[in-house]
């Protein structure tokens, strides 16, 4: 079975080659001012920055909220985030922590005490994880850093599934981590190939075994999620590969029509986790790191990354979500249950590309839709959707998904959900029928 190989996303970078008239035009975030003299500047300029870094994908959120911010009354169906704020009891009890001394003082790395035992305690309760440790980190994408930085090394292979979340392929780029070994999904049920992983990670097929294999479940940007009998066959196959495998469980209580998300425990397997959509807490950066306690020296590793990166997460943000996790699941539940009406509303609005166009939906707050074959390049779809009908969704190309586009339906409330639907809707209409019209 032959392995998927990454979508080269060069439209996302800044050129570096001299053109011979001078122009400025865009691309992402750089603007970019071509003559011999600039572009002579350019390539020096360059020479001096991080090749690690500057061949790491430019992040496509940025690329995003500019185009957002560029159309006038643009409504967005793009960013991953949830429109309810952190519950209301937490929010009056933080306005006494404010005045606190300890809250502008540096924590523990590892993050507080209450809070680390509570959430071993929801761990037990809620995921079944007996066996594990926390590390809270600054959200859970600097946790996946942390991970990374802790047990990979350059020149190491690592695993994921297409389509990838964007930013834990950024990870793995900017740690030099460059051998990533994309693997497909189901066509159908966007659920990793496990007959293809354990080809991969066969030692006939392979002299060296991948370090890492990583998955999010329920999936970014795929909404769909790993049922339990796939999530403990990946299990295994790691285990028996002798490799980590690193879930990332973010939408742990985005789960709809009755499904049931579920977490794995072994010695070879870590959990990520956040406080960002739950809790409607985005901008207060929580998230943690549920790790195999028997494992040695891996705590202290992770403690390295720690304090070289944040020192600790937010104290404000971490006594946040400690009084948040008083509230319970039930309190997020409640709110995650209202969403279908959302999805629904999105759904019937990508209706016109087909009755099998659209995937996803089952978990977290996301559909993925496959673009007509002659409107195929996604990245301009996406552009002309925004400056022509008002309304900005993800390039499906940012996930090894060149040809879809990715659709969040978590982060407005239902009427103004509507709006941004009829406007996706109309454009979807025309794509199908016309063409990318310009005028």
């Known amino acids: 079975m032959q392995i998927l190989h990454r979508l080269d996303r060069s439209i996302f970078r800044c050129p570096t080659v001299s053109l011979p008239s001078p122009f400025s035009f865009s691309l992402g975030r750089a603007r970019v001012y071509c003559n ?91 995921n079944e994880l007996c066996k594990s440790s926390v590390v809270v980190t600054a959200g859970a994408n600097q946790a996946f850093v942390n991970l990374v930085l802790a047990l990979c090394d350059p020149g190491n292979s690592v695993v994921m599934f297409a389509p990838y979340y964007f930013n834990a392929y950024m990870s793995f780029q900017m740690t ?115 790790y195999p306690s028997e494992v040695e020296g891996l705590e202290a590793q992770l403690l390295k990354t720690q304090d070289n990166i944040p020192i600790c997460a937010s104290i404000i943000g971490q006594k946040l979500a400690l009084y948040s996790l008083e509230l319970g699941a039930e309190w997020v539940k409640e709110r995650v249950e209202k969403l279908t009406k959302n999805r629904d509303i999105i759904l019937d609005a ?43 969704v993800i390039p499906g190309s940012a996930s090894g998904g060149p040809g879809y586009v990715r659709v969040s339906f978590g982060g407005l409330v239902e009427d103004v959900c509507s709006v941004a639907a009829a406007r996706l809707r109309k454009g979807m209409e025309e794509l199908v029928s016309k063409g990318m019209l310009s005028s």
């Open 36 to 126: 011999t003299q600039g572009a002579e500047k350019t390539m020096a300029s360059r020479a001096k920055l991080s090749r690690r870094l500057l061949e790491t994908d430019t992040p496509v959120m940025i690329q995003m909220q500019e185009l957002f911010r560029s159309v006038k009354d643009c409504m967005s169906l793009a960013q991953g985030v949830v429109h309810w704020p952190p519950p209301d009891q937490a929010l009056e009890k933080i306005k006494d922590a404010i005045w606190q001394p300890s809250t502008s003082n540096y924590g523990p790395d590892e993050g507080l005490p209450d809070l680390r035992k509570a959430l071993v305690e929801k761990l037990r309760r809620e």
């Open 350 to 392: 990508l209706s016109p590309l087909g009755a099998n166009a659209v995937k996803g939906g089952q978990g977290a707050i996301y559909l993925w839709a496959k673009l007509p074959s002659g409107a195929s390049n996604d990245v301009e779809v996406v552009q002309w959707l925004a400056k022509r009908h008002g309304v900005i």
């Open 176 to 290: 030099g981590i460059t051998n990533i070994l994309v693997g497909p999904c189901d066509p159908e049920t966007l659920q990793p190939d496990a007959d293809w992983l354990e080809e991969t990670l066969s030692k006939e097929k392979n002299k060296t075994i991948p370090k890492l294999v990583t998955i999010v479940n329920p999936g970014n940007p795929s909404g769909s999620y790993v049922p339990d009998p796939l999530l403990r066959r990946i299990s295994e196959l790691c285990k028996n590969a002798g490799c980590w495998l690193v879930v990332d469980n973010t939408y742990e209580y985005f789960m709809y029509d009755g499904l049931k998300h579920t977490c794995v425990e072994a010695p070879h397997v870590v959990n990520v986790f956040s406080f960002s959509k739950a809790y409607g807490m985005m901008g207060w950066r929580v998230g943690y790191i549920a």
